[in-house]
């Protein structure tokens, strides 16, 4: 029985350092940026990630900082806008 409570605790482990990983965020002024250059308003951000417009403009000023499932959330929709609008770009 302690093996595969060794084994739940590793991939418990496993799940969190990937949930880490992915919810990088690059410096809030990068953050706002991406956003903007892509033509999305703080308005569709804050709508999207269930959190307010306060909430999301003092995300991208640095003053607040989301917790790891919002991060995870926030860091997964900046890297879509942003190959969005690459892609918008290059087409």
Avoid: C, H
């Amino acid at each position: 029985m302690e093996r595969n409570t060794s084994q739940d605790a590793a991939t418990r482990a496993e799940e969190l350092a990937r949930r880490v990983r992915a919810a990088r965020l690059p410096g809030p002024g990068e953050r706002a940026q991406i956003r903007a250059e892509a033509g999305v308003t703080l308005r569709d951000f804050a709508q999207t990630l269930g959190v307010s417009q306060m909430t999301m403009s003092r995300w991208e000023r640095g003053e607040a900082e989301p917790r790891l499932g919002q991060r995870v959330a926030y860091a997964l929709l900046l890297r879509e806008v942003q190959a969005a609008a690459t892609e918008g770009k290059t087409a």
